[in-house]
């Protein structure tokens, strides 16, 4: 089972239409993506869940469900 947070960020990525980047995954979930500082521990999770299976990180960094 995925801690809360990831749940949010999986359930936004799955949502979208096709491949996100990290910052549609951050307007998503209401996280102020102009600031830098707030957009990469979001990306850190993103690629986390990347290490693990539960995402696809395509080459042009965008991010994916798992086929």
């Known amino acids: ?3 809360p ?3 949010r960020i999986l359930a ?3 949502q979208a239409a ?3 980047m990290a910052r549609q995954v951050g ?3 209401g996280i ?3 600031v830098r500082s707030k957009l990469e521990p ?3 999770k993103l690629v986390r869940l990347v290490d693990r299976s539960w995402l696809r990180k395509l080459p042009d960094g ?3 469900t798992r086929l």
Do not use: E, I, K
Request: aromatic share 8%.
């Open 1 to 3: 089972m995925l801690p």
């Open 5 to 7: 947070d990831y749940q």
């Open 12 to 14: 936004a990525v799955r």
């Open 18 to 20: 096709g491949p996100v």
């Open 27 to 29: 307007d998503a979930l």
């Open 32 to 34: 102020d993506v102009s």
């Open 42 to 44: 979001l990306r850190g």
């Open 62 to 64: 965008r991010f994916t």
